[in-house]
């Protein structure tokens, strides 16, 4: 797994507040790049990072969520998007190239949010929130995993107009996901942007 810098938590040699501690674990994030985006190319000084795709994540929830799916609970959609990634703190930020079975990868992400939630208070309320979000058992999950994809595809958008990749296959995965009609129309006019075109 590439990152930019060793996990922070390893910075603290005493004993700290759970607050603290889950934040120089959470800062790891901004340590770890999207290893998609390196392993098509993308060098590093201008790879996001897992924290900067996921507040990205949550801006797109929330201002989709007020514009086109008003039945949705925002405060719950906002705190699946802010959780989804917590995962990769531990665990990594696993591709499909990487050939990792996905109950290895889900178990792998599943310690390590329980590792970081689990000191916390109202750690249970985020560890439920979690595991929603993860088996897309709710509306708000469900929104939330297509809210996902759809800001890689943006993302490749971006990296495609400094030409630094072809988007067309991150397009394609997020076809597989996004469902709601308006998130599609994004998508397709995402396609019609495509550089060269």
């Not at 998609?36 to 929330?62: I, Y």
């Not at 979690?130 to 971006?158: H, K, N, Y």
């Not at 076809?175 to 009609?181: D, I, R």
Request: proline share 5%; glycine share 4%; aromatic share 8%.
């Amino acid at each position: 797994m590439k990152i930019k810098a060793e996990l922070p938590r390893n910075f603290l040699n005493k004993e700290v507040s759970a607050i603290i501690e889950a934040y120089f674990e959470i800062n790891h994030l901004k340590q770890l790049y999207r290893q998609g985006w390196l392993q098509r190319g993308v060098p590093p000084h201008l790879c996001e990072s897992v924290a900067e795709h996921s507040f990205c994540v949550t801006l797109l929830s929330l201002f989709l969520a007020d514009a086109y799916f008003p039945e949705l609970d925002k405060s719950k959609v906002i705190c699946m998007s802010l959780l989804h990634d917590i995962g990769e703190i531990y665990a990594g930020d696993f591709t499909p190239l990487d050939n990792i079975k996905a109950q290895v990868k889900q178990n792998l992400e599943r310690k390590s949010v329980q590792q970081v939630l689990s000191k916390l208070p109202n750690s249970s309320k985020y560890l439920t929130l979690w595991e929603e979000c993860e088996a897309g058992t709710s509306p708000e999950a469900r929104f939330v995993r297509q809210i996902d994809r759809l800001e890689m595809s943006l993302q490749a958008s971006v990296y495609d107009h400094q030409g630094l990749l072809e988007p067309t296959p991150f397009f394609a995965s997020t076809e597989k996901v996004v469902s709601e009609t308006n998130l599609l129309k994004i998508l397709t006019e995402l396609k019609s942007l495509k550089s060269g075109t």
